[in-house]
């Protein structure tokens, strides 16, 4: 797991610099924010079956 980290470690500032319009920043934000908000919400979901199924028993 930490070799492929390393291997897709990107340099958002750099990307930001080159950026050609706003268009892009808005893709930039949204590719780096987005995995977080999949993974936020994989949890939630795991969560609530959880709790769902506490509360069955």
Do not use: H
């Not at 990307?15 to 949204?30: E, H, Q, S, T, V």
């Amino acid at each position: 797991m930490t070799l492929i980290s390393l291997i897709q470690q990107v340099n958002i500032d750099e990307k930001i610099k080159n950026a050609p319009d706003n268009g892009y920043l808005i893709g930039i934000w949204i590719g780096y924010i987005l995995p977080f908000v999949v993974l936020v919400g994989i949890a939630y979901l795991l969560y609530s079956r959880a709790k769902k199924r506490q509360n069955d028993l």
